[in-house]
C-alpha cells in the first residue's frame, strides 16, 4: 500500500533551520511531485510548495521564498523540506502529501510537529 | 494566487442533518477542487476531487457539485463520524491554496 512517512518532532531554537524527511513507498516515485503542507496549532492548512520528483523543478509559495528548500533522493524515494530562519510563527505540524490533481491518487504523511521556542 | 473562500466557517447539526457548505474561487479553476476532511491530530482525508468525483471508500452521503468558480460539498445525512473540519482546495495553479475551513459540530 502507498504510504509516506515523515520524520520525528523537532524543537528548534529561533534563527536555526529544520528539515523534515518524507519517505514513499507503495508507488513509482517519480511519478507524482510532492506537496508540502503546513497547519498552525488550531489553524488551517498552508501550502508550502510542490517538488517534481521527475526532475526536480520545485514551486514555492511566495512567503517563503528564500527561507525554503524542498529537494528529493530518487534512490531512496524520499523527499525533503528544509526551512531556515525559523520564527515562532513556524511552529506548525508539517505534512508532505501527493495532492490529487484531478484524479483519485491522493496521499499524505502522518504530520512533523516542529516547534520553534526560546 | 487564486483565493478561496468557503462558508460558513463553522455550523452545528444534527445527526441526520442535510449540510451545504460552499466554496468560491476568486478566478475560474473548471473543476481543478478537492473537498477535504480533517479530525484532530490527523491528516486531510480526500473526500472529493475534481469537484464531483466521489474519492474510493468514501460514504456516498458526501457528494460534490459545481465548476468555474462555485462549488459546494454537501452530506445528505450527517453522521457521528462526521463532525469535522472540511477544506476546498484548488488544484488548478500553484499555490494550491485551501480554504479557511468549515467546522460541522454536534447541535
Known amino acids: 500500500q502507498v504510504q509516506l512517512v515523515q520524520s520525528g518532532a523537532e524543537v528548534k531554537k529561533p534563527g536555526a533551520s529544520v528539515k523534515v524527511s518524507c519517505k514513499a513507498s507503495?508507488?513509482?516515485?517519480?511519478?507524482?511531485?510532492i506537496s508540502w503542507v503546513r497547519q498552525a496549532p488550531g489553524q488551517g492548512l498552508e501550502w508550502m510548495g510542490w517538488?517534481?520528483?521527475?526532475?526536480?523543478?520545485?514551486k514555492y509559495a511566495q512567503k517563503l521564498q528564500g527561507r525554503v528548500t524542498m529537494t528529493t533522493d530518487t534512490s531512496t524515494s524520499t523527499a525533503y523540506m528544509e526551512l531556515r530562519s525559523l520564527r515562532s510563527d513556524d511552529t506548525a505540524v508539517y505534512y508532505c502529501a501527493v495532492i490529487a490533481a484531478a484524479g483519485p491518487f491522493d496521499h499524505w504523511g502522518q504530520g512533523t510537529l516542529v516547534t520553534v521556542s526560546s | 494566487d487564486i483565493q478561496m473562500t468557503q462558508s460558513p466557517s463553522s455550523l452545528s447539526a444534527s445527526v441526520g442533518d442535510r449540510v451545504t457548505i460552499t466554496c468560491r474561487a476568486s478566478?475560474?479553476?473548471?473543476?481543478?477542487l478537492n473537498w477535504y476532511q480533517q479530525k484532530p491530530g490527523i491528516a486531510p482525508r480526500l473526500l472529493i476531487y475534481?469537484?464531483?468525483s466521489l474519492q474510493s471508500g468514501v460514504p456516498s452521503r458526501f457528494s460534490g457539485s459545481g465548476s468555474g468558480t462555485d462549488f459546494t460539498l454537501t452530506i445528505s445525512s450527517l453522521q457521528p463520524e462526521d463532525f469535522a473540519t472540511y477544506y476546498c482546495?484548488?488544484?488548478?495553479?500553484?499555490?494550491?491554496?485551501f480554504g479557511q475551513g468549515t467546522k460541522v459540530e454536534i447541535k
Open positions: 517538488i517534481s520528483t521527475y526532475n526536480g523543478n520545485t
Open positions: 478566478q475560474s479553476i473548471s473543476s481543478y
Open positions: 507503495g508507488y513509482t516515485f517519480t511519478n507524482y511531485g
Open positions: 475534481a469537484a464531483s
Open positions: 482546495q484548488q488544484s488548478y495553479s500553484t499555490p494550491q491554496t
